[in-house]
């Protein structure tokens, strides 16, 4: 079973930078689309980040030039670089992974998640 284990959470001052990682048990190159998503307190899971097989990126307007996604095959992990922190930045973050498993199946893949803290 295809796993994948964030790392590199924390506290952190406003401002500050973080970079988070995700790494895949088996070939990230599988994926041909992989996701970053962000739970705050009290709120529901939202997208912040993806990343496709081609290395297209897109954003969340609320990340867009101060968050950056990237992937390394060779290392079979995934990152999402975190500059200009805020407090609202604060939440737990996931990875997420879609692979196709056969011509018809998609399989998706989360992992457990590392907590950010933005705080003065």
């Known amino acids: 079973q295809e796993q994948l284990v964030e790392s590199g959470g924390g506290l952190v001052h406003p401002g500050a930078s973080l970079t988070l990682s995700c790494t895949a048990s088996?070939?990230?190159?599988?994926?041909?689309?992989m996701n970053w998503y962000a739970r705050a307190p009290g709120k529901q899971r939202e997208w912040v980040a993806q990343i496709l097989d081609d290395g297209l990126t897109s954003y969340a307007d609320s990340v867009k030039g101060r968050f950056t996604i990237s992937r390394d095959n060779i290392k079979n992990t995934m990152y999402l670089q975190m500059n200009s922190l805020k407090a609202e930045d604060t939440a737990i973050y996931y990875c997420?992974?879609?692979?196709?498993?056969?011509?018809?199946?998609?399989?998706?893949?989360w992992g457990q998640g590392t907590q950010v803290n933005v705080s003065s």
């Open positions: 088996g070939n990230i190159g599988n994926f041909y689309e």
């Open positions: 997420h992974g879609s692979r196709r498993t056969s011509a018809m199946s998609i399989q998706n893949i």
